[in-house]
Every structure is written in C-alpha cells, then in structure tokens.
C-alpha cells in the first residue's frame, strides 16, 4: 500500500506581493468576524516577516505574536499600527442593525 504524504496548507506562502496581502485583509475584514480579521493579520504578518512588521508598527517581535496569536484580543490601537504597514486601515460602513 503506498502512503500518501500530506502538507499543511500556509496561507502566508501565497502572499507574496502587497496587493495579494491588501486583498487578502480586505476580504477578511468585509467577513465582519474579527477573530478571523486578526488570525489574517497573522498569516500576513508572517508572509512579509514578523520581525519587519513589528518593527514597522512600532511593537517588540514578542508583543506582535502574543496579539496576533489568537489567544488574545488585541487593542483596535494595535491592529490599525499592524494594517498600516500593510498600507491598510479600517473604516467605518453603514450596515442594517442585526436582531
């Protein structure tokens, strides 16, 4: 019987220009979940290199995955600085009141 070898998908490998990672958060940002939202900014962040992001945002390496690890809900003053190295920012849209 012949095995099958099977590699995890990682997002963060096909991200490889600024548009692809700008696009990539703006639909992540249109899901309106921000879990999701922040697990994206993640997967961008370690696609252009988490080092350089932090960096870039003005965080330490340590404080950028503990906000983006999925364990914590970051300050909305923290994930602008992250999307603003992406040259991304969040706004604001009209949609109907749930319930």
């Given amino acids: 019987m012949n095995t099958i070898k099977t590699k995890t998908l990682d997002i963060a490998e096909y991200l490889e220009t600024e548009e692809d990672i700008s696009d990539f958060l703006s639909e992540a940002s249109a899901s309106g979940d921000t879990h999701h939202l922040v697990h994206c900014l993640n997967i961008a962040a370690r696609a252009r290199g988490m080092t350089e992001v932090a960096n870039q ?43």
């Fill in 57 to 99: 945002a003005g965080l330490t390496r340590a404080s950028l995955y503990k906000s983006l690890n999925g364990d914590s809900s970051p300050k909305l003053e923290t994930i602008a600085k992250v999307l603003n190295v992406f040259g991304c920012r969040l706004s604001i849209t009209h949609t109907k009141p749930t319930g």
